[in-house]
């Protein structure tokens, strides 16, 4: 089993930046690609963002692609969402996933999944 710990979300104003960190422990020699996903209040769960956990290949969703950075550092065996300019539809629930695949990180539905944090951007 792998278990996934996030941390880092909070309320913050329309431009300000936020990080997520995502802890995974437990059997994480599996894990080959880790990332998020959030889900809005009355919406359904959407990704975010992915990193391969070796060569670091990364992947986003086109609402995040130029203001949010996903990467990972594998001693610490943690994923990290650095968020810029954030929106007040940014606001969610954020999720760390983790998978040990790659392919279609974003559509399968990851195998593992965090507790989720709460982002929220006011106006």
């Known amino acids: 089993q792998v278990q996934l710990v996030e941390s880092g979300g909070g309320s913050v104003q329309a431009g300000a930046s936020l990080r997520l960190s995502c802890a995974a422990s437990?059997?994480?020699?599996?894990?080959?690609?880790m990332g998020w996903f959030r889900q809005a209040p009355g919406k359904e769960r959407e990704f975010v963002a992915a990193?391969?956990?070796?060569?670091?290949?990364?992947k986003y969703a086109d609402s995040v692609k130029v203001r949010f950075t996903v990467s990972r550092d594998e001693g610490k065996n943690t994923v990290y969402l650095q968020m810029n300019n954030l929106k007040p539809e940014d606001t969610a629930v954020y999720f760390c996933?983790?998978?040990?695949?790659?392919?279609?990180?974003?559509?399968?539905?990851?195998?593992?999944w965090g507790q989720g944090t709460q982002v929220t951007v006011s106006s």
């Open positions: 996933a983790a998978d040990k695949l790659y392919t279609d990180f974003e559509v399968r539905g990851p195998d593992y």
């Open positions: 437990g059997r994480t020699d599996g894990i080959y690609t």
């Open positions: 990193v391969s956990w070796t060569g670091g290949s990364t």
